[in-house]
């Protein structure tokens, strides 16, 4: 149930939502949600993405010249949160366990 509130948080751009479960396995979350974040943010600047609003979210974009480059701000979005996905994926998965090998 906590996880439909968490992605209405995350699409209107509030990041409280992500709190627990970052509380819940630091060492792994934070990491991956930086990354994301890190290459969302490198691929708008490159870009030239301007948000003429100070918040808002992904609802900004009904919003005529509220944004620059507005492609390319949902793909650094997108790509972003591919990437924290993909990391998160990697990060979480489990360990195989060792298989002892008679002697």
Not at 5 to 15: C, E, K, Y
Not at 30 to 38: E, N, Q, W, Y
Request: proline share 7%.
């Amino acid at each position: 149930q906590a996880s439909k509130a968490t992605a209405i948080l995350g699409i209107s751009f509030i990041t409280e939502g992500a709190i627990p479960y970052a509380a819940a396995d630091p060492f792994r979350v934070i990491p991956c949600t930086v990354l994301g974040s890190a290459v969302t943010g490198a691929i708008s600047m490159v870009l030239g993405c301007k948000l003429m609003v100070p918040h808002g979210g992904v609802f900004v974009l009904a919003i005529p010249n509220a944004i620059t480059q507005g492609m390319g701000y949902v793909a650094a979005i997108l790509i972003g949160t591919l990437v924290s996905v993909g990391a998160l994926y990697f990060a979480k998965r489990p360990l195989k366990q060792a298989v002892p090998v008679a002697a």
